[in-house]
């Protein structure tokens, strides 16, 4: 978020994040599927990216990376 410029917005985002995540910091795969989670959060993104630079586009691409680093 930091690199798009979108860094002061965390603060916001994080509580609708909430509960994706145990209290030791490990995805709940058992509440959440993780694919469903990651397009959540690119749309999210995408959300304050349209409202902060007016250009939804500039979170485009973050489930794809997302799914190809971290889904195994």
């Known amino acids: 978020m ?10 916001r985002l994080a509580p609708r ?3 994706a995540f ?3 910091g490990v995805f709940a ?3 959440l599927r ?3 989670f990651v397009d959540d959060v690119e749309e999210l ?3 304050v990216a349209w ?3 007016g250009n939804k586009e ?3 691409g973050f489930e794809e990376y997302i799914l190809q680093h971290y889904s195994g």
Request: hydrophobic fraction near 35%.
């Open 51 to 53: 409202q902060e630079l």
């Open 22 to 24: 145990r209290a030791d």
């Open 34 to 36: 993780f694919v469903d």
């Open 17 to 19: 994040l909430d509960g």
């Open 2 to 11: 930091e690199q798009l410029g979108l860094g002061r917005q965390f603060g």
């Open 45 to 47: 993104l995408e959300e």
């Open 58 to 60: 500039a979170a485009d």
């Open 29 to 31: 795969h058992d509440r």
